[in-house]
Every structure is written in C-alpha cells, then in structure tokens.
C-alpha cells in the first residue's frame, strides 16, 4: 500500500488488492463511491481494517482535506449510497432486462447472458475504448480517453480509476458522470446506471489516429486522424448486440472483432508501401 496524502492515518490506497478482493469489495459497496455512488473510483484502505472501500476521486480529495470528516466516511462505509437507491436506479440489474446504450443519437441494447459477460460499445482496432461488465447482475464499466493525437489520457478498468492526468475533476450526480480538465473544460460526459448507459462526449482515438469523437448527438468516425463521417440516426432496437467499432483492415489484417456491431467502419485507404 501507499499512502494518498499527508493524512495517511485516515485514508489508504489499496495498492495490492487480488481480483476476487476487488470483486468483492465491488460487491460490499453496492458498485459505486460510498459517498455518491460514482462508478468510478479507486480502492482505500483504513488503518486496522481488513476490507477495502471504494471512493470517488472527488470524496477522497475532500477526506484528505478534512473537509469530510472520519466519522462520516465510517457512516458511508456502513450504508454506501447505492444501497440506499431504493427508488433511484443503481447499477443492480435484472439480467433479463436490457440495457440500452446510446453513443450520440445512436441506440443499441445491451442484452447480458444469464452468467457474467461483456458488451463491447466502442471498439478500434484490437482497443476497447468502452465496456460494459456484467458481474452477477451487477453492471460496471470500463474505458479509456485519448486526447488529440490519440495518446491515452485516462482508464478506468472494471471502475477502477487506473490512469489519470493531474488535477482533472470528476462528478457524478443523478446518474451522470462528468470529467473536466484541469481547466475545468468537459472531456466526458455520459449517464451510466444499471438499465441505461447515454454517452455524450468522449474521446476514442488510438495512437494511428482512427476511432470515434463524440459530441452531443454526433459520432464522428476519425480515420488517420481525419473525419471519415457522422453517424446521427437511430437504429431498430434489437437488430445488433455490439456497439461501435472501427477496424482498419490496412493496419491490421488479421485482427478479429469480437461478436458483432451496429456500425463498422472498415478502413480501405492504401498506405505507403501496402499492397491490396
């Protein structure tokens, strides 16, 4: 373990946890930051306490800076937030039930296998830049933000925040997760709970510049760093169980998507010294 900051008495980072510990401790509290249910967080530990607790980089700032108090973090640790939603929808979810995820304006849904599965939304190229988890009728998510040039800036694997830049702000309320850049500009915007995930703005481009820009209701295909078309209409509900993909057969002639996809941007362009 390593300490979060100068009140290492109080808080812990939980740098060590096995996969089952982290499963379970999902699990404990109720797939979200014990204070506001953020499904996105990282793993603390209390001084002389066995179990991990999960916690939003927003309320762990405020516990380091006192401006939570230690009395209050044992209240939450006792009742997480989630498990308190009984008329406000967590990330409990009927495994029967579909999910509906939305990039933009385009709709897909999500339907999950009775035992524990994933649903590819945004994929480029061999990168999952967006995924759902379904762990026991539990929904999590993982993702990853790029910026311009296609350089990863932020992941979150299974809500664990396991890359981020400095001083970047995270919220969520009524469902939606906000990220703004240290000077407080939106980079991601989506609602995430347990039967609808809308995605309205993000950054989904790897490193050959191909993949995915969304803003509002417009998902923009990128294609070596160049637009290569919007995609701004609804799709008959059910038709497709795979979300967004673009697979660049130049690049990668050998790679395999997994399962299906209710748009596909195969890339055809030469490059220099390709033969086709």
């Known amino acids: 373990m390593q300490p979060v900051g100068e009140h290492q008495s109080a808080l812990i980072l939980a740098a060590d946890l096995t996969q089952p510990q982290k499963l379970h401790t999902r699990q404990q509290c109720f797939y979200g930051c014990v204070f ?4 996105v967080f990282s793993y603390y ?15 762990a700032k405020q516990l380091q800076s006192s401006l939570l108090s230690r009395s209050t973090l044992a209240e939450r640790i006792a009742q997480p937030f989630n498990q308190q939603r009984i008329h406000k929808p967590g990330f409990s979810f009927d495994p029967n039930r579909r999910v509906q995820v939305s990039v933009g304006m385009n709709t897909v849904y999500a339907d999950f296998m009775p035992a524990d599965s994933e649903q590819y939304c945004i994929w480029v190229n061999g990168l999952e830049f967006f995924t759902l988890h379904s762990e026991s009728g539990w929904l999590c998510f993982s993702f990853m ?10 992941k979150v694997e299974k809500g664990e925040l396991k890359l981020s830049p400095e001083h970047w702000e995270y919220s969520y309320e009524v469902n939606t997760l906000k990220i703004r850049d240290q000077q407080r500009r939106l980079q991601c915007t989506a609602q995430l709970c347990n039967d609808r995930v809308l995605l309205t703005k ?3 481009v790897d490193p050959s510049g ?3 820009v969304v803003e509002g209701n417009r ?8 637009k290569g078309g919007q995609y701004m209409h609804r799709i008959e509900p059910g038709r497709y169980k795979g979300g967004w993909a673009l697979f ?16 596909v941007c195969a890339a055809k362009r030469k490059y220099p010294g390709s033969e086709r």
């Open 36 to 39: 506001c249910g953020s499904p």
């Open 210 to 212: 191909d993949g995915f």
């Open 145 to 154: 933000l790029s910026d311009a040039a296609g350089q990863p800036l932020l």
């Open 248 to 263: 660049n057969k130049i690049r990668h002639p050998d790679l395999v998507m997994p399962g299906n996809f209710a748009f």
């Open 202 to 204: 993000g950054h989904f």
């Open 45 to 59: 530990l209390q001084p002389n306490h066995q179990s991990a607790v999960l916690i939003c980089p927003l309320h």
């Open 219 to 226: 998902v923009i295909a990128m294609l070596d760093g160049q």
